[in-house]
């Protein structure tokens, strides 16, 4: 070894910090790039790049703040935190303090085993998420009083506003007005009105005791506890809307409906609302689990994601996503909701927490916030102030006060309490309040004003501690065992530990899925989401409490902005669907603002993926396909023809750059040209950034708006599906129509809220900026370079063995790649055979059949070494050896090792074994499993069988489980 101690220049390459962020972010060092290299006959990394990607779009350098490390990267992030003031927050309005049991955030929320696994396709290896997903339901349909509940929507407002428009497709057409209680919070009535406008709704906002539903009602929404904290009788009210075939909806509270009568116990048909109180703080406002549940008849509409109960291939309960069928992915523009990413993480914890605390500790909880309630109540009222006359839960509508003078004697104790008007505050108490903060906040109203003495049986009068008739709930809930099993936390810790060891993530394998970039999610980026100056801020606190997350938003929206090509963005879309509506609303409100409302038409090529067309329908467009041609790209005379035909009434062109298939089209600019001149705005879906970061833009390519995954892309964990965060980036042409949202007073020219918060999921948004931060333009421009050569790499070793399907310029492809096995459909064996033979060796399969049937799409991203790249290769060559076999006759044509897979331990102990190939080769196909088994928690999981015995709570499962 050579000892350069002597030599300047290596001395003075040890003065930076060691801690660069880019070596550890990105998988092939040097020496392993010059191998991949000259497997691709490429002289060099840039060569390659520059062989990849078209020369008339690229545009190098960045201008982004220089790379720091991780330790420094973390200093600076904390300065930022420390502008942000954590006050007690008695806000309310969809936000409440809550205690996240401490077993729960080390085990789930700060635990990659839970956070980086993918949405659970692959039902064998996802089953842990699944049961908790499961749980999720069960407690949401319990509460709720109502047949089935989804996992999970995005949040309270745009849950609301999927009841809607379920409303809408329930009455096929029939109706035009949809009526919102004036009592349902501000931001769920800004989102239903900004969705209701293009499917042509007309929103009635008002007064239900006076609103009288006629036959073009669609539908109603109230509160209960509305956003007073009133609690009131909906009977009769429903009774009439339902005299006229209008639909009900209630958003609710599930912690209320502990002690409630629940909404499916007088006449609610959609029942929705945030989970955000079951253990998720409130983070800015996101990210939480929204919930929908409603009557079994109307599953078929149900927006989001649906866990089921079926079978695997020996009969035992399996669970997996049922009825696919409603969704974007199948349904397209005929789907009832464009929601691809959720909030599962979330409903994980929110499951976890009801699972800890059980239906009684559920009840003491609620039965507490409630009895703080009263006694500020009684305090209040003999301080002369007004307040409910209703029965109330945890919220108080306090009046005859001089609200100035309250919030200022608020603030110098830091506490928040919502603002209403000049004489009128509101409190929202939660399971975090004390006795002392009953004691400050009367301090607020007046200083000589004591709570009742409650060991004095006339100070308080006990009758208001419970509800009565009509409003006390009388049925039972989360009776299922696994809410009354793990109330101890060594139970609560075995049982979460339990679930996650089903359950394949990134920590035991490379997860390939094309198009949903799997990279590395650092544990420096996830570190600031447990931080409390982040984590315990309300959304709608004071401005100059939360200057930290105005620093942060603005780094972002900078950085986003200038490696989109940009001239603003909004980070406020919780999900990469929601972007594309929000851009889309953008497009829409250009081309009215220009007095052209009527281009309505959205070209959409067929490869896109599903989000796009749902996401065109719900901007009030109408899609037209557009073909491609046999190499994958947009057929360009398709795409004249069906300008020219709509050129009136052409609304936007919604594009994938690179496509879907995985290539750098080189005719991008000119498609964007050929929309531009008729009229047109370009959509630019930006799931594929990870393979234009540093290289090209959106915006330098031509495109006018794009949406952005931060879960994909920059580092944010897919959750085992969700959350995500989908912020779009804009030219300044559409900078004014951005969303808007009603904390923000008049937003003239903006369209409406389309996310509950007005930063969405903005406690996560921690990751991307450290991500960034620690990158820099260098690292970042590297990892783009890297996940190229990775996928070209990737593609060159398997193209012999499956063919890569579409390839660009000299045969290479971009970040992605797709291979074909639709040939050994021919002799019985389908891609799914393969995806579950993966199992066996330990791997997730790629994206499937997307958007391609009968395809793999996989796409390696920059995070993975080359040793990591060639077992995965390994494996798919070794499979692809075993389909050799069958087709030779020298392997069993139905009873194989493929068709059978995945191998459970279970099915390998079995006594009998009548398969033709050994237990050995079944589940110890390759050497690494030796060392490292991941064992499927069941068999193959039989999905046409659960979609025709629908069972989506864990009632159902134990019941199935005992047939
Ligand atoms: C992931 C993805 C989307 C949808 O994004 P979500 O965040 O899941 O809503 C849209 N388009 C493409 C190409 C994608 O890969």
């Known amino acids: 070894m050579s000892d350069s101690a002597n030599d300047l220049s290596s001395l003075s390459s040890l003065l930076p910090p060691p801690d660069s962020f880019a070596r550890r972010h990105n998988g092939p060092d040097a020496a392993e790039q010059a191998r991949m290299l000259e497997v691709l006959g490429q002289s060099s990394l840039d060569a390659l790049v520059d062989t990849a990607v078209p020369a008339d779009i690229r545009r190098d350098g960045l201008d982004l703040p220089p790379a720091l490390g991780e330790s420094a990267a973390l200093a600076e992030l904390r300065e930022i935190a420390d502008k942000n003031q954590v006050f007690r927050s008695f806000i309310g309005q969809g936000y409440y303090g809550t205690h996240t049991p401490a077993v729960i955030q080390r085990t789930i929320l700060e635990n990659p085993g839970w956070y980086t696994a993918y949405t659970p396709y692959q039902a064998e290896i996802s089953q842990g998420r699944l049961e908790a997903l499961l749980n999720f339901q069960t407690l949401v349909t319990d509460l709720t009083g109502l047949e089935i509940a989804n996992a999970s929507m995005l949040d309270e407002g745009t849950a609301a506003a999927e009841a809607m428009m379920m409303a809408h497709r329930l009455r096929r057409g029939k109706g035009s007005t949809f009526f919102v209680s004036e009592k349902c919070h501000p931001q769920t009535i800004d989102i239903v009105r900004t969705r209701a406008e293009p499917l042509g709704l007309t929103i009635t906002v008002g007064d239900h005791t006076t609103f009288a539903p006629d036959a073009d009602t669609v539908g109603v929404l109230v509160q209960y506890p509305d956003t007073t904290g009133d609690i009131l009788d909906f009977t009769d009210f429903f009774a009439a809307a339902h005299a006229v075939k209008a639909y009900t909806v209630v958003a609710t509270d599930l912690l209320a409906l502990t002690l409630l009568r629940p909404p499916g116990e007088f006449g609610a048909d959609i029942a929705v609302g945030s989970a955000q109180r079951f253990g998720v703080p409130m983070g800015f406002g996101g990210p939480h689990a929204g919930f929908l549940a409603t009557k079994d008849d109307f599953k078929r509409q149900m927006p989001g994601r649906l866990v089921g109960v079926s079978k695997d291939a020996q009969g035992n309960p399996a669970m997996r996503l049922a009825l696919g069928t409603r969704e974007q992915h199948i349904r397209r523009d005929k789907a009832t909701s464009n929601i691809c990413t959720a909030q599962v993480l ?38 002369g102030a007004t307040v409910n006359t209703a029965p109330v839960f945890d919220t108080l509508t306090i009046g005859n006060v001089a609200a100035d003078r309250v919030h200022a004697a608020a603030t110098a104790q830091r506490l928040n309490l919502r603002a209403i008007d000049t004489h009128t505050v509101a409190i929202s108490l939660d399971e975090t309040t004390t006795l002392e903060d009953l004691h400050s906040l009367l301090r607020c109203f007046n200083e000589s004003v004591h709570l009742p003495d409650l060991t004095s049986p006339s100070s308080f009068d006990l009758n208001s501690a419970q509800f009565t008739a009509p409003f006390a709930r009388t049925s039972a809930f989360l009776e299922a065992p696994v809410f009354n099993q793990h109330h101890t936390e060594h139970e609560l810790l075995r049982y979460i530990k339990q679930l996650e060891a089903k359950d394949l993530s990134l920590c035991h394998s490379m997860i390939s899925l094309g198009s949903c970039t799997m990279k590395l999610n650092a544990a420096s980026e996830m570190f600031p989401v447990s931080w409390p100056q982040f984590g315990t801020l309300h959304p709608f ?106 050129a009136a009434k052409l609304g936007a062109l919604m594009v994938t750059y690179p496509s879907t298939h995985g290539v750098f089209e080189s005719t991008i600019r000119e498609i964007c040209e050929l929309v531009h001149a008729a009229g047109g705005q370009v959509y630019m879906d930006g799931a594929n950034m990870n393979a234009q970061v540093g290289l090209t833009s959106p915006g330098h390519i031509g495109a006018d708006v794009c949406h952005l995954n931060l879960h994909k892309t920059f580092c944010i964990p897919h959750g085992g599906g969700g959350p995500g965060v989908g912020p779009i980036a804009v030219a300044a042409h559409l900078a004014p129509h951005l969303p808007g949202h009603v904390n923000w007073g008049s937003t003239d020219g903006r369209v409406g809220a389309v996310s509950a918060a007005p930063y969405g999921s903005a406690s996560i948004l921690v990751i991307s900026w450290m991500y960034i931060r620690m990158m820099g333009a260098a690292g970042l421009t590297e990892a783009t370079k890297l996940a190229i050569l990775n996928a070209n790499y990737v593609a060159k070793r398997l193209d012999p063995h499956f063919p890569v399907l579409y390839r660009g310029n000299e045969g290479l492809v971009a970040h992605e790649c797709i291979i074909d096995l639709r040939a050994w459909k021919a002799h019985g064996l389908e891609v799914e055979d393969a995806a579950k033979r993966l199992i066996d060796y330990g791997f997730h399969a790629p994206t499937m059949s997307f958007p391609v049937a009968g395809t793999f799409m996989i796409e390696p991203t920059e995070s993975e070494s080359l040793a990591e790249l060639d077992r995965f290769c390994d494996a798919l060559i070794a499979i692809h050896g075993e389909m050799q076999a069958v087709v030779h006759g020298e392997s069993d044509a139905t009873n194989n090792p493929l068709v059978n897979a995945p191998h459970t331990a279970q099915a390998l102990a079995a006594g009998t074994w009548d398969h033709p190939y050994s237990r050995e080769t079944a589940a110890f196909p390759a050497p690494w499993t030796r060392n490292s088994k991941f064992w499927p928690a069941v068999g193959r999981v039989d999905n046409v069988y659960g979609d025709r015995n629908l069972v989506c709570s864990c009632i159902g499962m134990a019941a199935f489980a005992e047939n």
């Open 346 to 383: 979330l409903g994980v914890m929110a499951s976890m927490y009801a699972v800890y605390h059980g239906p009684t500790g559920l009840r003491t909880i609620a039965r507490r916030t409630k009895l703080l309630t009263e006694l500020l109540a009684a305090g209040l009222r003999t301080a």
């Open 541 to 646: 606190a004071p401005a100059e409490q939360t200057r930290g997350y105005a620093h942060l938003v603005a780094d972002l929206e900078q950085w986003l902005a200038e490696i989109t090509g940009f001239a603003a963005v909004s980070l406020q879309p919780n999900a990469g669907s929601q972007g594309e509506y929000a851009g889309l609303l953008a497009i829409r409100a250009y081309h009215a603002a220009r007095g052209e409302p009527d281009r309505t038409v959205c070209l959409i090529p067929t490869s896109a993926h599903g989000t796009n067309p749902a996401s065109a329908v719900m901007g009030g467009m109408q899609v037209v396909p557009v073909a491609c041609d046999d190499a994958g790209n947009i057929d360009l005379t398709d795409l004249r023809a069906k300008i020219e035909q709509h």
